[in-house]
C-alpha cells in the first residue's frame, strides 16, 4: 500500500498565526478548532469600540457585523447572508426551528397548504414522527423527545456496521406519519459522511423534511444547501471553522418560512425591532425571523476571526488537506495494526478518524503527557487532523498510539 499523498503543503504557512500549534500536537479540531490571532485581534478591535463608543457601537459597528456574520456563513453554503439565522449553539437553534414544526406535527390544514405552496406535499394529516439515527449528535433527538407530551415520537434508526446509516434504512423509517427526517452531514463518532442529495430526494417523496446536522462538516465539505435539496441545516463556529463557542447558525430554505412560524422567539426575529411595540409580532422576512435576543458580540468577534481565514482560503483546499491528512493517518493506522472504526477513505469521510479502544481514556491520557492531544468517546480514540497539521505530526500520533493502544485492541494479524 503507497503512502498517501497529503496536498496543500503551502498552506502550513498559517501554523504560526495558531499559539496553540507551538505548545502541543493538536489534532482535536473536531472538538475545538484552534483560534488563529485573526480573532485575537477582532476581538480587541470589539473591546475598543465599546471603549470608545460605548451603545452607540450597536448601530455603528456591531449590528453591521453580525450582518458580516451571516454573509460568512452564507457563502459557505452557497445561500445570501441575509438567509442566515444567528444563534448562541446549534441546540438554541434546533429548538426554534423545533416549536416551528409543531404545526405540522398537527396535521395543521392551513400548514399543510402553506408546505405544498412550498413544494412539500405533506398532506393535512398529523405527522407526529421525527426519524434520526444512532450515530447523531443527542442534542438533534432530544428536541423531539422534550416534545413527547405534545404527541411527537422520535424514531432512532440503529446503524448496522456502527459507522454509517445506509439510505435503505432511512426509506424504511420514513413514512406518512414522518414530519421530519433529522441527521448529521458527518456523524461525530465514527466522522462518516451522508449523500444528502438522495436523503433530500427521498424524504421530499414522503412528503417529509430533512434536516442537517453539519456541525461536524461546514468547512471541510464544500456545499451547496439549495443544490443539494435541504430543508433545514445547522451548524457552529466551534470546529472546523475555527471560530470558538457560542456562535453557531442555522438556514430554513427561505421557501418554508411561510409554513414554519416559530412558537419560540424573541425580539431579533421581529420585522421591526426597533419599534418596541410589544402588542405586535411581524417575523422578519429573511433569516433573522429564527433568532432571539441579544448575541454575544466577543463570541461573533472572535467567530469572523475564523471566518476571514476560511473564506481565504477556501472550504475546497480546507476540505482536501483534511481529507489527504486522514488518509494518511487511516495508512499508518492500519500499518501499526491499529482499529480503524471509520470510512477508510476520504470520499466518505468528514474530519475524523476513530480508533477503536475499549477503554480509551488512559489512551488520552497518556497522549496528552507526550503533548498528543485528541479526545474520546465509547469505545473509539476520536483523531482529527485539521488543515494546520503536519504529515509529522500525523506520524507522531500513530507511533504513540501503536505504544499506548492495548494489545488486545490491536487488529489481529493475518500473517
Ligand atoms: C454533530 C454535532 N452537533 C452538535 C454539536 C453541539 O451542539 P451545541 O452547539 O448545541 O453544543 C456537536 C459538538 O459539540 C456536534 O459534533
Known sequence: MSTPRVRHDDLLAHRDDFPLLSRSVYLNTCS??????????RLAAYLDDWDTLGARAWYRRWLGELDGLRDDFGAVIG???????????????????ASALDAVHRGDPDTARLLRAAGLDAGPTPRPRVVTTALDFPTVGHQWLARAALGVELVVIPSPDGISVPLDAFA???????????TGHVYFTTGA?????????????????LLVDAYQATGIIPTDVVADGVDLYVSGALKWLFGGSGTAFAWV???LHPALVPTTTGWFSS?????????????????????LGTPSM??????????????????????????????LLVSHAERARLVVRGPRVAARRGGIVPIGVADPKPVVDALADAGIIVDFRPGIVRCSPAFYNTEEEVELLVERLAHVVPAEDHAVSSG
Open 172 to 182: 424504511e423509517a420514513i413514512d406518512e406519519r414522518t414530519a421530519l427526517v433529522a
Open 298 to 327: 466577543p463570541s461573533a468577534a472572535i467567530a469572523r476571526g475564523g471566518m476571514d481565514l476560511v473564506r481565504e482560503i477556501g472550504v475546497e483546499r480546507l476540505g482536501e488537506r483534511t481529507g489527504d491528512l486522514g488518509d
Open 271 to 291: 420585522a421591526r425591532q426597533f419599534a418596541f411595540a410589544v402588542d405586535e409580532l411581524d417575523f422578519a422576512p429573511d433569516g433573522r425571523r429564527y433568532e
Open 32 to 41: 475545538l478548532g484552534a483560534r488563529s490571532e485573526r480573532s485575537r485581534r
Open 79 to 97: 445561500v445570501p447572508g441575509r438567509e442566515i439565522t444567528l444563534a448562541p449553539n446549534v441546540s438554541v437553534a434546533l429548538a426554534v426551528i
Open 253 to 255: 430554505r427561505p421557501a
Open 193 to 209: 459522511r451522508l449523500d444528502l442529495r438522495p436523503l433530500a430526494d427521498l424524504c421530499h417523496d414522503r412528503g417529509a423534511l
